[in-house]
């Protein structure tokens, strides 16, 4: 296990790689809210709190999205089949055994966490990005999302900006492996030394462990002490490029 590197100086950081999901961007209403809502249109009654916690108990149980996956399939196959093993394995959590027109309830879910609407920016999202172009620091995104994350920040009006642009699904390798780390680092149009990069995410394993295998430094967005406020007050008194 490798400590995430908490402690850096703003004034050193030539880059900065964010996480996508939890950190720039949030689901409007929880997992469990949007499964049970939509499983009333196919007379499928499961509160939302059940699913919120089926959900949280099957979600460290997957492996990454593109595990044990044919090659030959597309990435968007590729996404579907992992998403909906976690759906099947969510609603087996909470004894639903027979879930009519299984395959119709788990399209529409698809679609509907590809929207933007689904999603918003998470709080100072913007107002970070736009501190980070006023200092020139060029920034990227390192996700274990899949394909519809381009769609959605697109859609957020967040997308501009970010170079390289990595998931897990394209990259065929997942947070905290530093095989992605080092895909993000080798595609930056600018290389920097791993220790002026800081990786921005929610996960202490993927985001923290994961970026101190490579020497970089780490924020984490965690409870209210934590947030993308706080990292931008420590930006706040570092002067732009002239």
């Known amino acids: 296990m490798n400590t995430p ?3 850096f100086d703003p004034a050193e950081i030539q880059a900065v790689f964010f996480d996508a999901g939890g950190t720039l961007i949030d689901m409007v209403e929880t997992v469990g809210a ?17 699913l919120d916690t089926a959900f949280r108990t099957v979600w460290p149980q997957m492996g990454p999205v593109f595990a044990d996956e044919d090659p030959a399939k597309t990435g968007e196959q590729i996404e579907m089949n992992w998403w909906r093993q976690v759906v099947k394995r969510v609603f087996a959590e909470v004894e639903v055994d027979d879930f009519p027109d299984f395959e119709t309830y788990f399209d529409r879910l698809f679609v509907h ?9 998470a709080p ?8 980070l172009d006023d200092l020139g620091i060029p920034r990227g995104i390192i996700s274990n999302f899949d ?6 920040l697109g859609e957020l009006d967040l ?14 390798a997942a947070k905290p492996d530093r095989a992605i780390y080092q895909k993000a680092l080798d595609a930056m149009p600018h290389p920097a030394p791993p220790e002026t990069v800081l990786m921005v995410g929610d996960d202490k394993r993927c985001d923290g462990e994961g970026s101190a295998a490579m020497g970089m430094p780490c924020f ?3 409870g209210s002490d934590s947030t993308l406020f706080h990292l931008m007050q420590k930006f706040r008194l570092r002067e732009p490029k002239i």
Do not use: C, N, Q
């Open 113 to 121: 966490y590809g929207r933007g609407d689904a999603w918003r920016a």
């Open 159 to 172: 997308m501009s900006g970010f170079d390289p642009f990595i998931i897990s699904t394209e990259a065929r």
């Open 34 to 50: 949007t499964y049970s809502r939509i499983a009333k249109d196919f007379d499928v009654h499961v509160d939302a709190a059940s």
């Open 124 to 131: 100072r999202a913007r107002d970070l990005l736009s501190r």
């Open 220 to 222: 984490i967005v965690e």
């Open 147 to 152: 394909g519809r994350l381009h769609k959605i």
């Open 5 to 7: 590197i908490t402690d």
